[in-house]
Each structure stands twice: as structure tokens, then as C-alpha cells.
């Protein structure tokens, strides 16, 4: 079985997401039901492991936080549109709490994953997109933003195939400790 930790998002947000899914020809959309921000890929894990990864998991210590999304994106690979995501306003304790689950499923035997950490949703993952509409897309969603919401926890998630789309199955939620008084409370200002 596939798993991944990630955060969920309200309902709100998630609606305000579904706005951003039209406007690319060919391209199947992710559904509402389904938009989360990895935190980390954890890929097929057996049962004795995954005990392992729950505990880990379950020992993090790190407090909530409130989150933005904002803005469009993607992820190409050479010429290759992967995915087109929206994207999370720069929050130090994302990134503490990232580093956090990092080192947990490590420390529970995974395979350290060496890529940067990009948060985002993703939307679609287009296939080849024409780049003329894939940039009117981006251009046009520059300006997105979610209204803020508050991260409480996060959540591990089995992956199985479905017949249209992959469906995520909430194994586990772990709670965040309360949230701390900076953050983004005061962007903008
Ligand atoms: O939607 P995002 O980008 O957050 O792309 C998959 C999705 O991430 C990613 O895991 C999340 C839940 O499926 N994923 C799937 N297979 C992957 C792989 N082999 C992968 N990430 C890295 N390597």
C-alpha cells in the first residue's frame, strides 16, 4: 500500500481551489476531495514498517500554524508540463514542521528523500499542454489567494488506485500543539 503525509484544507479553501480547475485543454482536474499539501511521499511501506512511521509520526512535537495558498505554478521536467499546483505563502513553521516528519520517517527507516521541499496543491497533472495556454493559465491565476486557515494537525494518507482518479484514505491525523503567536497573522500589513 502507498501512503503520504499531508495536510488537509477546509472546505472553504477547497472551493475556492475548484475555481482555478478550468482554462487548460486536455486537462483532467484533481477533485475537490482530493487537494492536499504533501508533506512528505512515503510510497509503498509494509505493515511491520509502518509501525514504525506511525510512531515516528506520532512522537512529533510542533505547533500549528495558519496558511495561505497563494499564486500558480508548475513543475516541468525538461520540456514536460508534470503538474500545475497552487502555491502556499512562506510560513516558517510549514517548513519546521516538514523538517519534523522528514526526520521522523527516517529516523523509522525510509530513505532520506533529497529533494527541496515546494509546497503545494496540485491541481492536474496536464498532458502536454499547449505553452501559449499553460502561460495565459499562470498569468491569469497570479493573483490567487485563499483565505487563511488554520494548520491543527496532519494526516496520513493510503493511495489506491481508483477507476478516474487515485483515492486517499485518511489512516491517521496527528495533533499540532497550540499555535504559536507570530505567523502570518500579521502579513500583509
Ligand atoms: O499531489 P502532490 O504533488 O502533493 O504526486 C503525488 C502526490 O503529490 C505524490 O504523492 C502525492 C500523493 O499521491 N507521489 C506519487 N508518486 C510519487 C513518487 N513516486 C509521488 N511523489 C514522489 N515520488
Not at 515546494?118 to 493559465?137: A, F, M, R
Request: aromatic share 10%; hydrophobic share 40%; net charge positive.
Amino acid at each position: 500500500m502507498r501512503y503520504f503525509v499531508a495536510l488537509t484544507l477546509p472546505d472553504p479553501v477547497r472551493w475556492q481551489l475548484r475555481l482555478l480547475c478550468g482554462g487548460l485543454p486536455g486537462a483532467r482536474w484533481v477533485p475537490p476531495e482530493n487537494f492536499h499539501i504533501t508533506l512528505r511521499f512515503l510510497g509503498d511501506v509494509d505493515g511491520r514498517d509502518m509501525d514504525y512511521v506511525d510512531a515516528a509520526l506520532a512522537s512529533i512535537r510542533a505547533p500549528g500554524f495558519q496558511l495561505r495558498l497563494a499564486g500558480v505554478g508548475h513543475f516541468a521536467s525538461g520540456n514536460r508540463v508534470k503538474a500545475v499546483w497552487a502555491g502556499v505563502d512562506k510560513e516558517p513553521a510549514l517548513t519546521h514542521l516538514q523538517n519534523k516528519v522528514e526526520s521522523a520517517v527516517v529516523r523509522a527507516g525510509l530513505t532520506p528523500d533529497g529533494q527541496k521541499y515546494t509546497p503545494h496543491v496540485t491541481l492536474t497533472w496536464p498532458k502536454d499542454p499547449p505553452i501559449d495556454k499553460l502561460q495565459h493559465y499562470l498569468a491569469g491565476h497570479n493573483l490567487f489567494r485563499s483565505e487563511p486557515f488554520e494548520v491543527t494537525h496532519f494526516t496520513l494518507f493510503s493511495s489506491h488506485a481508483g477507476s478516474e482518479n487515485s483515492v486517499y484514505h485518511a489512516e491517521r491525523s496527528y495533533a499540532l500543539t497550540a499555535r504559536a503567536t507570530t505567523s502570518v497573522q500579521n502579513a500583509g500589513r
